[in-house]
């Protein structure tokens, strides 16, 4: 019996071969918070403090074992003992913490902030049902809690308490911890708060609650509902609850090193993930106004820890909460708030700049530009618009502020983890320093013309599609035939992501074989992707594809070459099998809204090749792989923008002028729809097309429907050429591993130490 069995054996209380799964799983959760607390490290010099409300970790065991470097001697000993790690891998439920991209981001800094081995922890909330599962009834969405806090959690609760002050009462705010293990490097924390009386027997039918018992239901679900007034107001205690927690952390961790607090800038780094934590800027300042530091000393001070990421440029989702609502929740920080903008008053005078506009709502955004030292954006193209047009005003004021911090992802999870049989083949033909220094991916280039690695990386696609295929059977009772060409759009639904083109393209596909025009090949094309509950229209679309899905089954003319399949629950478990089995990558945005997109590449170094826009990362991807290796169309972000600048944008012209763009929208109220389609919802979903059309869907129509038929063609047609570009796409990918991106962060904006 070797160490690793001797120490498992322990832990069980049994022999191996003679332990229950459930006794298993928790024995490796010890396992590995025994070997990440071996990695934990004392701090010199800036630590970084990542908050953010959401941190999209997925499940966590094969990840913590592959990077303690134990999964291979881990398997091994299970194998010998009759037990199968994957099994057990079930267990384990998937936090949902997050809504995608942003808090996938944060799940990726994580890892490479621990991997590259820079002291820096996450900080957010513990919420106990995170967003919410997703179950489809008559082809409907239906949101149901989705519950991740089993009896064994990787989160260990602590004794740490920290005293938070809202609504003219006082809340207790406990430390949950999370540790974070890094490939081959140290290990840090994610840091979540929580609230002890949260009382999880508040919901009622589905994820609905009452949203007033504050103290029973603060960290209940992620961002809740917020379409009516209890809803927002909620979000704005949450968001406190967070912030005010974090920098009581901050101050009292950076106090424990030597900090006088007068120095808190050389003991950490704040960075603000979105404007969600943008409450911690006047929280620290009333914090230190309470260890005696007077106001402009504390503007200064903050304005150096602090540094903000900004992640779209969609009006929307840039907070802007009512003065009523802070004096009501946090009365504390409304006088610091006014300073502040006074302040900002003083700097400029253009009303585009001020933090309370005359409407008397609180820009977060503009406060954490004001008052950071640092703010980013998420890709190059998006850092250009934020500079150009949306934040112009604020980029002639404070230029030295403004830098591009591309995205990137952790190649341990989206490649070693969720590729095994790729990145072995990688290790085979190129060595394994890609692990850890992803640039060396460029090695693979030598290989562009080997016929027999090419033939090689399809068989490795041939075998993760059947893998797929097989989950999707087992978990949602879809069959799919992995011999043909796989399509994923697979993020959020919002419509500015385009699923809706998806549809039309799909419809008039179906034409089109009906009028006995085949396509190249079979196309199987997956879909994956949560609405927010109050989005209304996102929900129409899920309808409208899950319907569609019905209409080409129904329809063995069409089955033979269409099949639509929506997975149902998007999560990052979910994305970990798709990816890897995708041939075509689908990140059709309209040009100038996707901020970056990670999805593309966890697509990209899968091998997938990009059906896009040139739009957020996309457009790094193209210059990195060249014209040849991406199926690129539609509007470019200047046409959009200035089409939006002239307001002239007429969907209905377009329906009316277009045969095949009125045909595809007609489909959409037609016989074959109603047959298990809702009339109301496909109704208002064409109207919506024909009526508004805000994200400029019907002219990027064409060019659409004619780049994937060429893409589908060149599958069909010249599986070698095809293999030879999906090689360069993996050979490319380098340049997205967020341990790039991190080291980046840090040269330019932390500066952390050891
Ligand atoms: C990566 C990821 C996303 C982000 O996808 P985009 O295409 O960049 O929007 C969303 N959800 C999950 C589960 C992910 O893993």
């Not at 809340?171 to 009386?197: H, I, K, M, Q, W």
């Not at 990145?423 to 060595?431: A, V």
Request: charged share 25%; hydrophobic share 40%; glycine share 6%.
């Amino acid at each position: 019996m070797n160490r690793l069995e001797q120490r498992l054996t322990e832990l069980c209380g049994c022999p191996v071969a003679q332990a229950d799964d459930q006794t298993l799983y928790r024995a490796l959760l010890m396992l590995v918070r025994e070997k990440s607390r071996d990695k934990c490290q004392v701090v010199h010099g800036r630590k970084l403090y990542y908050i953010s409300a959401e941190f999209l970790i997925g499940k966590l065991l094969s990840n913590n074992l592959i990077n303690l470097g134990i999964y291979d001697e881990v398997r091994a000993v299970l194998q010998n003992a009759g037990k199968d790690l994957a099994r057990l891998e079930e267990l384990e439920a998937e936090p949902s913490l997050g809504n995608g991209g942003l808090g996938r981001l944060a799940a990726c800094f994580l890892d490479s902030l621990a991997t590259l081995n820079l002291p820096g922890d996450g900080v957010g909330l513990r919420y106990h049902f995170g967003l919410f599962r997703q179950k489809f009834v008559n082809d409907r969405q239906k949101e149901t809690p989705d519950p991740w806090l089993q009896q064994e959690s990787w989160a260990e609760k602590t004794d740490i308490l920290f005293p938070v002050q809202m609504g003219g009462k006082e809340f207790a705010a406990r430390l949950y911890r999370l540790p974070v293990t890094g490939y081959e490097g140290r290990t840090n924390y994610l840091n979540l708060f929580d609230l002890d009386s949260v009382d999880e027997s508040l919901i009622n039918e589905g994820i609905s609650f009452d949203k007033t018992a504050l103290a029973q239901n603060l960290t209940l679900f992620l961002y809740p509902d917020d379409s009516d007034e209890a809803g927002r107001k909620l979000r704005v205690y949450q968001q406190y609850l967070m912030v005010s927690a974090a920098a009581q952390l901050i101050l009292c961790e950076s106090a424990e090193r030597g900090c006088c607090y007068h120095d808190l800038a050389d003991y950490a780094a704040i960075q603000i993930n979105d404007t969600h934590p943008s409450m911690v800027i006047p929280e620290l300042i009333r914090l230190l106004g309470e260890k005696g530091i007077g106001f402009d000393e504390a503007v200064q001070i903050v304005t150096d820890t602090c540094a903000y990421t900004n992640h779209t440029i969609l009006a929307e989702a840039l907070e802007k909460w009512p003065r009523a609502y802070l004096e009501e929740a946090v009365p504390q920080l409304m006088p610091i708030i006014e300073k502040l903008d006074a302040l900002a008053k003083e700097r400029c005078d253009d009303p585009a700049c001020a933090i309370i506009d005359e409407q008397d709502r609180v820009h977060m955004a503009h406060m954490d530009i004001h008052f950071t030292h640092s703010t980013n954006g998420v890709a190059a193209l998006h850092t250009q618009i934020l500079k150009s047009s949306e934040l112009a005003h604020f980029d002639r004021l404070y230029p030295e502020k403004f830098n591009n911090k591309t995205n990137g992802i952790t190649f341990r999870r989206w490649l070693m983890s969720c590729n095994p049989l790729l990145t072995d083949e990688l290790c085979r033909l190129i060595g394994d320093g890609f692990k850890k220094d992803a640039s060396q991916l460029k090695k693979l280039l030598f290989y562009k013309e080997d016929e027999a690695v090419l033939r090689r990386l399809m068989e490795i696609k041939d075998q993760n599609k059947q893998a797929l295929s097989v989950w999707m059977h087992k978990t949602q009772g879809v069959s799919v035939d992995p011999t043909r060409l796989f399509s994923i759009q697979s993020k959020r639904l919002h419509e500015y992501k385009r699923q809706q083109l998806n549809l039309l393209g799909l419809i008039h596909q179906y034409f089109e074989i009906k009028a006995g025009h085949l396509p190249p090949v079979p196309m199987t094309c997956f879909f994956g992707a949560k609405a927010a509950p109050a989005y209304t229209i996102a929900k129409d679309i899920i309808h409208a594809l899950r319907v569609l899905s019905n209409v080409f089954a129904a329809d063995p003319e069409v089955s033979r070459w269409l099949q639509i399949v929506f997975v149902e629950n998007y999560n990052v478990t979910a994305a970990e099998k798709m990816i890897p089995a995708c041939d075509l990558s689908e990140q059709i945005s309209l040009a100038s809204k996707e901020a970056s997109g990670t999805g593309n590449m966890k697509f990209m170094l899968n091998g997938a090749l990009t059906l896009g826009t040139m739009d957020g990362a996309n457009v790094e991807i193209a210059q990195l792989v060249g014209d040849e290796n991406i199926y690129i169309f539609g509007q470019s972000s200047q046409q959009v923008i200035r089409r939006y600048a002239a307001g002239d944008y007429s969907a209905r012209e377009w329906y009316e002028g277009d045969p095949n763009i009125r045909r595809a929208i007609d489909f959409l109220t037609g016989e074959q729809m109603l047959k298990t389609g809702d009339r109301e919802v496909l109704r208002r979903l064409q109207n919506e097309l024909i009526g508004k059309d805000w994200f400029q869907t019907l002219p990027d129509f064409n060019a659409y429907v004619l780049r994937r038929r060429q893409a589908m063609e060149d599958y069909a047609v010249s599986p070698m050429l095809w293999a030879k570009k999906c090689l360069v796409n993996i050979a490319q990918a380098g340049y997205f591993s967020s341990d790039r991106t991190i080291a980046d962060y840090d040269r330019d904006i932390w500066h952390l130490g050891q």
